[in-house]
């Protein structure tokens, strides 16, 4: 049984609001090219907060807002963090080539980058205003879930909303993203001691269950869950992760157009459990080109060596069909996601959403099985202190 949206009219309820924000029209894509910013010295351990930086810095909205410098210009707040973080954008991309310190910032990346987010969120917020989607940080990286509840007895059907900053998966079972995704949106069996107190019937009453993505973000940041337990155990298995997500699959409205998301910047932890190791992150530049940020080192990659990491965080951001070879992509990788047969609407098969991939020209996919992680092999090109470029094997 499924729980469908023919089925029983559900309660009405408010989405979280979409009052219209101080800011422009955001723009998804670089305003202009810039040349690969700075790398980041680690103060001691704070790998964690460098590369989560590196992820925001590298997020083409941001920067670009960043960059503007708009939001300092009216901010009267003693302390800021969306002036501390413009701050640190426009100091990183001014000092291309060298070194600098994350400044202003007082251990895990995912739980500051979250705190990093939120507090930026309520800086963007009047005072006397509730925290709202109208936010230019919510703009930017919000959306929102929708929990479907059908009574069983009654045949009601209730909805909730929650608005998300990111999308925690768990990757337990799952050998991709793609799979991670299908369990979010699995249905499930509310009965016996899980049952649900369904408020038509006034009584616990068994019934079923379904989040799924019904306001997608600009920007989706997918968390994988990778510390299982309290101590902090890492789940280390090989989770794969596509170029090029669709997640129309995974919304209320799961019929639609493809809903495409190009990956921009993978967060990467090594290590055996969540107090130990070592974050970096690989990002896009402007120029489309992927450089490793690791710490004060900042490294030319591809996209081979990207998709091939133990991501521990995501970063997407909403893009159009693939359409050729861009700079800085490895060829095999390339992929046209949501190609259309005649003109008639794309029709995703299980087999497609279970393995991640859309058809494209010959066969190729989204997600490249590559043997090992790092670095990858053949020679790499290293900034220098100077902004040169020089080979490091």
């Known amino acids: 049984m499924t729980i469908g ?63 503007s410098r708009e939001h300092s210009k009216t901010c009267t707040s003693g302390f800021c963090m969306m002036c501390i973080m413009q701050d640190h954008i426009t100091h990183v991309f001014a000092n291309s080539g060298k070194v600098v310190r994350p400044t202003g910032f007082q251990e895990d990346a995912h739980e500051f980058l979250r705190c990093t987010l939120e507090a930026m969120l309520k800086c963007c917020l009047p005072a006397n205003d509730p925290v709202q989607a109208a936010a230019f940080v919510h703009q930017v990286f919000g959306g929102c879930l929708r929990s479907r509840v059908k009574c069983l007895k009654c045949k009601a059907v209730f909805d909730t909303f929650d608005p998300f900053l990111d999308v925690a998966l768990e990757i337990k079972t799952a050998p991709s993203i793609i799979a991670a995704l299908k369990q979010f949106v699995k249905l499930e069996q509310l009965d016996g001691e899980n049952a649900y107190k369904c408020i038509k019937c006034n009584k616990m009453v068994p019934a079923l269950k379904r989040f799924t993505i019904h306001r997608s973000s600009n920007v989706l940041t997918i968390f994988l869950n990778r510390f299982a337990n309290y101590y902090g155990d890492k789940i280390t298995k090989d989770v794969r992760y596509p170029e090029y997500l669709d997640i129309r699959p995974f919304m209320s409205q799961c019929d639609g157009e493809p809903l495409h998301y190009l990956l921009y910047a993978v967060l990467v932890h090594t290590g055996s459990n969540c107090y130990s190791g070592h974050y970096y992150c690989y990002v896009k530049a402007s120029d489309g080109q992927w450089y490793q940020m690791n710490d004060a080192s900042v490294t030319i990659s591809d996209i081979r060596t990207v998709l091939n990491q133990q991501a521990y965080i995501l970063f997407y951001i909403r893009g159009k069909e693939r359409k050729g070879t861009g700079k800085g992509t490895a060829a095999a990788a390339a992929v046209a ?25 010959g066969g190729e996919t989204g997600m490249v099985a590559g043997e090992g992680k790092g670095t990858g092999t053949g020679a790499q090109r290293e900034i220098s202190g100077r902004g040169t470029f020089s080979i490091k094997a």
């Open 5 to 67: 949206d023919d089925d029983v009219h559900p309660k009405k309820v408010v989405l979280p609001q979409e009052i219209p924000a101080d800011h422009t029209q955001i723009s998804l894509k670089w305003n202009q090219v810039h040349r690969i910013g700075a790398g980041l010295h680690n103060l001691g351990n704070t790998c964690f907060l460098n590369s989560a930086l590196q992820c925001l810095t590298y997020t083409p909205p941001l920067a670009n807002y960043m960059l």
């Open 337 to 361: 996601v949501g190609t259309r047969t005649g003109a008639g609407k794309r029709k995703h098969t299980e087999a497609e959403v279970e393995e991640g991939r859309l058809t494209g020209r």
